[in-house]
């Protein structure tokens, strides 16, 4: 049972925006920032978005994130055959001392 | 470029130990905190354990606490996981990952590069 909650598929046509959410409480997306993580598969993650809404160099802009309250939103717009992986939210726990994961969305693109 | 190679994954019967290492290259492995997060077979993102960039502040998740040790070797650019007493639902592959900032704290931090990853497999 992950700490974060996003739901475990979502899909999506080519050109469709697509947003994925994940929910926690105050210890963690209530105070901290959140991260989102792509992983293809057998594969490492890749930094996807940091501080919520920030894109590491080389992400292309149709990546989005978004944060409210205690919970935060990945959103993918233009949609693309290879966006199709798993998507991961993470947040610092104050309660935990730790980071904290979501148990991970498979993106499907149809 | 940054580079992070994984190391020292295997078999291992329950109760066992091993030692991981990460070999890290193309940044200054002093300024940045370490972390090591883990993922079962078929299952999601699990954080292990985080290091300081000056190897004085450590955390461990609860589910391995006072089992497995993280330490680091500045001087050889190298990050260490000891793991003691495994179990089985140890078994999962092990990422070194790099904090994104370089202020040597792993506070609220993700994580920009990833290794490929050891496999630790717990079992008789």
């Known amino acids: 049972q992950s700490v974060l909650t996003q739901p475990p598929s979502a899909s999506g046509t080519p050109g469709q925006r697509v947003t994925i959410s994940c929910s926690g409480s105050?210890?963690?997306?209530?105070?901290?920032?959140v991260n989102w993580y792509q992983q293809f598969p057998g594969t490492a993650p890749k930094l996807l978005i940091y501080r919520n809404n920030q894109r590491p160099s080389g992400v292309p802009d149709r990546f989005s994130g978004s944060k409210s309250g205690t919970s935060a939103s990945l959103a993918i717009s233009g949609l693309q055959s290879e966006d199709e992986a798993d998507y991961y939210c993470?947040?610092?726990?104050?309660?935990?001392?730790?980071?904290?994961f979501g148990g991970g969305t498979k993106l499907t693109v149809l | 470029e940054v580079q992070l190679v994984e190391s020292g994954g295997g078999l291992v019967q329950p109760g066992g130990s091993l030692r991981l290492s990460c070999a890290a290259s193309?940044?200054?492995?002093?300024?940045?905190?370490m972390s090591w997060v883990r993922q079962a077979p078929g299952k999601g993102l699990e954080w292990v354990s985080a290091l300081s960039g000056s190897g004085d502040s450590t955390d461990y998740a609860d589910s391995v606490k006072g089992r497995f040790t993280i330490s680091r070797d500045n001087s050889k650019n190298t990050l260490f996981l000891q793991m003691n007493s495994l179990r089985a639902e140890d078994t999962a592959v092990y990422y070194c990952a790099k904090s994104y900032y370089a202020s040597g704290t792993y506070y609220n931090a993700p994580c920009d590069s990833w290794g490929q990853g050891t496999l630790v497999t717990v079992s008789s």
């Open positions: 993470a947040a610092w726990d104050d309660s935990l001392n730790g980071p904290v």
């Open positions: 105050s210890s963690n997306i209530g105070s901290n920032t």
């Open positions: 193309g940044f200054s492995f002093s300024s940045y905190a």
